[in-house]
């Protein structure tokens, strides 16, 4: 398998790079997320709507059988790479949820909210979990860990199909403004979750078959674990800087050997996280067998990775990384919420265990 | 990004399909963890392959035809070895002459000695290589053997340890102190000594398994001609640094190809002991499969970079990832024999003992080639950046 990055790819990268370098300070999360200042929130959705509504279309599965990476448009090799590097800066608002989760759905319903999520003129998310947490069609109710859907125009509702649809699910698309929702406070603060009432007025459903659910929900997963290796990558740069200049007893501690094994086993499980990542993301493109391997593989590996930073990270800052100034634990948390979302590493381990044995 | 290589390359691999199919004989085919035997000497299946490979143009495909290859490219030396590793082939059972001496005499030795590289990469002479010694291992650097020079020879005496394959090799492609003055990297020098020569003493040496690979080699007073020097006097040392530059793109192949061989094989065993459904095990062999598939795309990942001609930082793991992964695996496989994981008796533990041997074979491979913990200091420094303590 070839990870050379195309010149179009390596551009893409650069180009997501400065922009989330850019227009994406801490300030900015801050001021909307953690230390609310009255015009954070409306800043805040106004950096989003400028810069990430055109980005919905990437890796954009389209219609018919291999998509747009068949007939030549964009990948989810392209969209890991921009989630990649959104996931450095941790973004508020719902650009996963719209471009990774919701229009792959309603690509596979052919729904007709798709092109008007793909040109960035809506937003959107899924409701899918039952009280449980896990990513599995159920007839609850209220759907749980519904990621965005207050800052959406989209909520769409996967249910079981009833007894003989052969595992199948129904869609119900809806506008997220009449909702009933509660909000559900986790540890990051930048990706808000919700409890979501399935609405009781009887909207069309759409039929979606087992299998192009399960595609709808491996993009969006790999796409969740690009985001993760980008944090972590992020939590590593940082840290590798800051134990080069910290000096202690006399010298940098980046230079004591406990330090730099323990940094140096963390970096082996972000590397290998990564790769993992684009070979899963390769692997859907390609609609290759072995993509649901690959898929649990790399989230299994995203979560481990960024988790690990997270925790070696702040241990390797010292009382610093302890504090709420330091941007540190704004990666924290979106590694340990993202890492339980859409499943966590031990239930990836599960599911590649039934897999394998 | 893409999965799968082009045409010519799938032609390249056909090559070799064909090529194993007709030639390979059933010993290599085995996909064994290990290869060797307790008395340490090379099996005569093993030297006629190796030679075979070498006539084919199959033993180090980048070299051009006269030195066992056919001049492949680095994306074709890394289907070979996708191909071999993956079938868990060996193309040779001493691993010191193709790969170490003759890439080292191709690239620094005179006309005399390149000659010498064919047999080495051939196997039809078998080399050892003196690097190791008592108090020279990490840091090999400190070593002490010397080389005094006398009219037109050098005089060598001193101590190798580790010494693989010293009992059965014609020579010994050898590392000694020429300059006892200079800083310890810039008194050193390769000599090539011919085995028989009076006042060489090789005592085998045990290893924890019991076999007889390795061996110490006294050297007592050895004549060796001056013409036997490699490369320049005291410039040894770029010599330890430089070999198969063409073929590092690629040896972690093998190592991840082995690990999900066992990967594979633990499934296997669990269903056979009835543990396949303990979710324990269930979770721990996910997990090192995890790890397996991802250090796989990492090789490749880095190959991508190693191919275009800039440096791989992916690759400075792999030797400390994949050595540490199979020693678990291994270990994994005597613990899910619950009451048999210590049993070596071949008709009572599982699979003739296969986990049992390999764990304590794999247990050298953190060790030899830079040990993991000298791996971790240079991946602190080369890769991460962070500074000299």
Known sequence: MDFTLSDEQEMLRDTARALFTKEFPSTLLRDAAYDVTDAGPAEARAVFDAHLR???????????????????????????????????????????????????????IGHPD??????????????????????????EPTKCFVPDAASVDRVAFVSAAGAGAGGGAEVVVADAARLTMREVATLDRSRAVFEVAVPADGADSSPIAADALTDVLERATVALAAELVGAARWLREATLAYVGERVQFGRPVGSFQGLQWM??????????????????AMCIDADDPDRHSAVHVAKAAAGSAARRWAKDGLQAHGGIGYTWEHDLHLRLRRA?????????????????????? | MKLTWGPQEDAFRGELVEF??????PEALGGKDWIGTATGDIPRWARDWQATLFDHGWMIPAYPPELG????????????????????????????????????????????????????????????????????????????????????????????????????????????RTDTEAAKHKGISVLVI?????????RPLRHITGSAEFAEVFFNDVVVPAGRLVGELNNGWRITMG?????????????????????????????????????????????????????????YKGFASFAQGSSSPEHSFMKLATSELRQRLYEFGMDLQGPYGAVVDPDRSADGGRWQHAWQISLAATIGGGTSEIQRNVVATRVLGLPRG
């Not at chain 1, 940094?263 to 899963?280: G, I, P």
């Not at chain 1, 340990?336 to 044995?357: P, Q, V």
């Not at chain 2, 530059?245 to 296997?268: C, K, M």
């Open chain 1, 54 to 108: 055109d980005w919905f279309a990437l890796g954009d599965p389209g219609v018919g059988a291999g998509g747009a990476a068949a007939a030549g448009g964009s990948s989810l090799v392209d969209l890991c790479l921009f989630l990649e590097e959104s996931g450095t800066a941790v973004v508020d608002g719902p650009l996963w949820s719209s471009a990774a989760l919701c229009l792959p759905l309603l690509r596979a």
């Open chain 1, 114 to 139: 798709a092109d008007a999520v793909a040109a960035g003129e809506l937003t959107g998310t899924v409701a899918l979990a039952g009280a449980d947490g896990h990513w599995v069609p159920n007839t």
């Open chain 1, 263 to 280: 940094l140096v086993d963390a970096a082996l499980v972000h590397e290998r996280a990564t790769a993992a990542v684009y070979y899963a």
């Open chain 1, 336 to 357: 340990y919420a993202a890492d339980h979302l859409l499943g966590d590493t031990d239930w990836h381990h599960d599911r590649l265990a039934d897999l394998i044995f």
């Open chain 2, 20 to 25: 194993i199919n007709d030639y390979a004989p």
């Open chain 2, 69 to 176: 290859g056919r001049n492949a490219t680095p994306l074709q030396s890394l289907i070979y070895q996708e191909e071999m590793g993956g079938r868990g082939i060996p193309r040779s059972v001493h691993f010191g002459g193709y790969a170490i001496v003759g890439p080292s005499l191709l690239e620094f030795g005179n006309d005399e000695q390149k000659a010498l590289a064919p047999a080495a990469i051939r196997g039809d002479t078998i080399w050892c290589v003196g690097m190791s010694e008592p108090d020279a291992g990490s840091d090999l650097a400190n070593l002490s053997t010397r080389a005094v020079p006398d009219g037109d020879s050098f005089v060598v005496t001193g101590q190798k340890v580790w010494t693989s394959y010293a009992a059965h090799a014609a020579k010994c492609f050898c590392y000694v």
């Open chain 2, 194 to 202: 011919d085995m028989d020569t009076p006042g060489i003493e090789v």
């Open chain 2, 243 to 299: 070999s198969l530059a063409h073929e590092r793109g690629g040896l972690w192949v093998d190592g991840v190809a082995s690990a999900q061989r066992a990967i594979d094989d633990l499934v296997d065993l669990a269903q056979r002991r009835g543990r396949a459904a303990d979710p324990v095990v269930r979770r721990q062999l996910a997990e090192l499969h995890e790890e397996a598939r991802s250090l796989r795309a990492l090789g």
